[in-house]
């Protein structure tokens, strides 16, 4: 790794992932109140802060869940931002399951439905978050594909899946649609329909105790804790739902990979970074639904733990900024310009993303992994 995108480590609670890894006790040298405080700094929202509080105490290494469907090239928050929340969780000591989900991807029609392409692209997602440098020392993350552990222990499975879905009305499985980029206006395939019911199973057939998953999965995650009060279970999966990174464009929610112009890829050239950041929506002395903060607040200000611009002293000189309030203010009263922002935001993503680009062009599989990967279709 460029000794330039190496981010400082000051302390535990920044999570810097290039940052050397904490030592494999400091997580149960940690107090209660500061395992609680890094877990739940992963989450946008928390159902419910009790019950992870009381997680934390009784359990010394939780088990976290996300799951990905192998859809397509892997966007930024898919990649840096996931590795930024696995770091935070294994420091504070729990057990990390990552669902490769190529059975879902097939249900929901990705790659065609072709589970050969689905399967390179899972591949070529966990080359990635090897590059990136989520910490994958000491056993701590597992990646798990959905196929072949469904398969393992199907006769533990699918009664589970066939459970869910007895106990719910089929209005209720539709408002989880969201959970497969779909809305509730869509005609659903069957398979579609099944999604969600299969999803929720994963929950309790990972063991999980905490769904770390987007606000978009919220719903299906809401529906396993419904599942619980169903079948009289006291211990509910807790919740904790990071935030979703939106669109490069105005009026983008979210990121789009039918869209390259929406978000920057993991792969993306240093041009092509800094082209995408110069076109992108950017008004003035507007920080609130402003995508190009949104990357400085959840992806540069974490990894680096500052961000920096550089400007010319008439311009109003060098700045570091430390927190997000201070650049907030700054930008809202015009002292910084999106002139200033956006050179100064490419250079850190391209800072962050060059090792990825190393790795991609270095080892020949990975390289393999790219080329097919960029030459499969992405559908809807």
């Known amino acids: 790794m460029d000794e330039t995108a190496i981010p400082p480590s000051e302390s535990v609670a920044s999570l810097s992932v290039s940052a050397p890894p904490p030592p494999q006790t400091s997580s149960s040298q940690m107090s209660l109140e500061e395992r609680f405080r890094i877990v739940r700094s992963v ?34 928050a898919q990649g840096v931002m996931k590795a930024i929340n696995v770091n935070k969780l294994t420091s504070a000591g729990c057990k990390v399951k990552i669902w490769i989900a190529d059975w879902f991807a097939q249900l929901n029609n990705k790659m065609g439905g072709d ?3 689905i399967k390179v692209v899972g591949e070529y997602l966990i080359e990635i978050w090897k590059a ?72 309790f057939f990972l063991k999980a105790d905490i769904c770390q998953l987007g606000m978009d999965q919220r719903k299906v995650n809401v529906l396993a804790r419904e599942y619980c009060d169903d079948i009289k279970r006291k211990n509910k999966p807790i919740i904790l739902s990071h935030h979703m990174l939106p669109g490069l464009q105005q009026g983008q929610e979210k990121m789009s990979k039918s869209d390259p112009s929406s978000s920057i890829y ?7 970074v800094n082209l995408k950041i110069r076109k992108a929506y950017c008004p003035p002395q507007i920080a609130a639904g402003n995508p190009c903060l949104e990357y400085i607040k959840y992806i540069i200000l974490p990894w680096f733990n500052e961000f920096k611009v550089e400007r010319s002293p008439q311009n109003g000189g060098d700045k570091i900024y430390k927190t997000f309030e201070e650049l907030a203010v700054d930008y809202e009263s015009g002292e910084l310009h999106p002139g200033d922002v956006k050179p100064a935001l490419a250079k850190s993503l391209n800072k962050i993303l060059q090792p990825v680009r190393d790795h991609f062009k270095n080892d020949a599989n990975a390289r393999e992994l790219l080329r097919r990967v960029k030459s499969y279709k992405v559908t809807k």
């Not at 009790?50 to 892997?74: A, I």
């Not at 007895?166 to 209005?171: D, I, Q, S, W």
């Open 266 to 272: 993991m792969e993306d050239e240093e041009a092509e």
């Open 43 to 76: 989450g946008e929202e928390c159902i419910q802060e009790d019950e992870l509080l009381n997680l934390l105490e009784k359990k010394p290494q939780p088990v976290c869940y996300d799951g990905f469907e192998p859809s397509g090239r892997m966007h930024i």
């Open 132 to 203: 990136v440098g989520m910490n994958l020392e000491g056993g701590q993350v597992e990646f798990l594909w959905s196929s072949d552990e469904i398969n393992s222990r199907a006769n533990e499975y699918w009664p589970l899946v066939m459970d869910i879905a007895r106990r719910n009305k089929l209005p209720r499985i539709v408002r989880c649609c969201q959970i497969m980029g779909r809305n509730e206006q869509d005609e659903l395939t069957a398979a579609q329909i099944f999604y969600p019911c299969m999803q929720c199973a994963d929950i």
């Open 115 to 117: 589970l050969k392409k």
